[in-house]
């Protein structure tokens, strides 16, 4: 059990940290960096809007997505990326309302995790504790 801490949070700032720390971790994570690049992306939109979040567990979740990208991906890219995306909702008057929401992402070309793997991840509704470094899947 945690407790989580919901405050205006800096999107500039905390794509930045991860930004800086990624680029670390492509350099001390091994594996052939030779053929993979890193990219961040932000939209320019979210600067207009107050974000709330929980800024330490985000960040956390965020470095173990990317830093597990840049372990398993062999050549491509690994990209971060900070997105301003609408959803609709319906209001109590029946009005169709637009819902700024922050959309964070961690992409990679990599293989993705086993067809194996990923079946007895969902199978269990668990963490598998596996090696899936030299899968051909």
């Known amino acids: 059990e945690f ?9 500039n700032k905390l794509i930045s940290e991860i930004k800086v720390i990624g680029e670390c971790l492509f350099r ?4 052939n960096k030779e053929n993979l690049s890193f990219k961040s992306f932000y939209d ?16 956390q979740v965020l470095l173990n ?7 398993f991906t ?6 971060i990326n900070a997105k301003l995306v609408f959803l ?4 109590e008057y029946n009005e169709n309302i ?9 992409e990679d070309t990599g293989s993705g995790i086993p067809n194996k793997v990923l079946h007895e991840f969902k199978k269990n509704k668990n963490t598998i504790t596996s090696d899936t470094k030299n899968s051909n899947n």
Not at 44 to 59: A, C, G, P, V
Not at 65 to 71: E, G, V
Not at 88 to 91: A, F, H, I, L
Request: proline content about 4%.
């Open 65 to 71: 997505l990317l830093s597990n990208s840049i372990k």
């Open 88 to 91: 609709s909702k319906e209001s």
């Open 44 to 59: 320019l939109e979210l600067s207009k809007y107050n974000i709330q979040s929980d800024y330490t567990r985000l960040k």
């Open 74 to 79: 062999r050549a491509g890219s690994v990209a």
């Open 98 to 106: 637009e819902i700024p929401v922050l959309r964070l992402s961690v």
């Open 3 to 11: 407790d989580v801490i919901l405050d205006n949070i800096d999107v």
């Open 28 to 31: 001390v994570l091994p594996g």
